[in-house]
């Protein structure tokens, strides 16, 4: 690998050092949320309550030297209250504007939908253009900004769905589980000591590992990562097959070929190497398409499920030598 990547790599390995000391286990999250950062894309999040969500964006953000603010979205909440508002000064007799919380690197929007539709657009222009308009003044918000969306997988009543245009711009779904036996464990002996994942930032036992103006200079090492043609064709095939099978009413756009391809760089130089595998593809293929996906309600009514039908696609497809 070229200096650049070398670099990244280290960079990545020594992050996952540092989350670590934070967050128990979650290993695979820990990875999406960097192949996210590091391809300067956006991340849905879905767990229960207590599984660490946004101790683990807060975490990232220090570790990369970002900064992170968070939304808690309520039916209440008004896109103002996101993008921020135009302020009447009497002493000047003129307006200010007043940023607001967008105006950051790492967002979390936590319960993303628990607000109304018009406040989840709001978003919309941030996530694509990293840009916002007020009164027709537009504000560019800052080029690494990165937004979190969680959602409740359990909890229905009272939220609003989000729309597929608005899904299909998060780059990855990402699952967060609870904690196996031997990780809840470790969890509740640690909260009984000084030694709490919640108090490890604020000790300072967790290192800062570069700058957030680092992170742009690093996300150009990705170009050096080489995709073979057979495996582009490869990704193609397995996002065109979406469209085809007969469980599902609307497959997975351009936009998750271009997703897949991305993230199979990142995943690549997250695990040291300077080309792409199969098993890079195969194994983001779940997390990049299982949001994009939209079955037909006769399949949906018999129970059929959007992640089985990934994997019998993989299953179809001849994997590339």
């Known amino acids: 690998m070229n200096q650049m990547l070398d670099e990244l790599s280290e960079i990545l390995i020594q992050t996952r050092a540092q989350v670590a000391k934070v ?27 207590g599984v660490a969500k946004t101790l683990l964006v807060k975490t990232l953000a220090h ?28 002493q000047r007799n003129e307006f200010n504007f007043v940023p607001g919380p967008v105006f950051t690197t790492f967002l979390i929007a ?17 996530m694509q253009e990293r840009q916002v308009t007020v009164d027709r003044t537009t504000y560019d918000l800052s080029a690494n900004f990165t937004v ?37 464990l470790n969890l509740a002996e640690r909260m009984l000591g000084d030694d709490a994942p919640e108090s490890a930032l604020s000790r300072g036992s967790v290192e800062t590992v570069m700058s957030e103006s680092t ?38 756009g351009p936009r998750a070929t271009q997703a897949l391809l991305l993230a199979s760089r990142a995943h690549a130089a997250l695990n040291g190497r300077d080309y792409v595998t ?16 939209v079955l037909r309600p006769e399949f949906e009514i018999e129970g059929a499920e959007i992640v089985p039908i990934v994997r019998q696609i993989l299953e179809k497809i001849p994997v590339p030598r």
């Open 110 to 126: 936590d319960e993303i939908n628990r607000a109304p539709s018009k406040t989840q657009s709001a978003l919309l222009q941030a």
């Open 23 to 49: 967050i128990i286990g979650q290993a695979l999250p820990v990875d999406l949320s960097l192949i996210a950062i590091f391809t300067n894309q956006h991340v849905l999040v879905e767990g229960v309550p």
């Open 278 to 293: 199969p098993d890079d593809v195969r194994v983001l293929v779940q997390p990049i398409l299982e949001h994009r996906v």
């Open 215 to 252: 992170l742009s200079r690093l996300r150009a090492a990705l170009n050096q990562v080489l995709v073979k043609p057979e495996l582009i064709a490869y990704l193609v095939d397995i996002v065109r097959a979406t469209r085809k099978h007969d469980s599902v009413l609307v497959g997975a």
């Open 148 to 184: 979190f969306a969680t959602q409740n997988p359990i909890e229905y009543e009272g939220t609003y769905a989000l729309p597929e245009a608005q899904k299909d711009r998060f780059m990855l779904k990402i699952r967060m589980n609870v904690p196996d036996r031997e990780e809840e």
């Open 63 to 90: 570790t990369l030297g970002a900064q992170f603010k968070r939304i808690q979205f309520t039916p209440d909440l008004m896109p103002s209250d996101i993008i921020g508002t135009n302020i009447f000064n009497l």
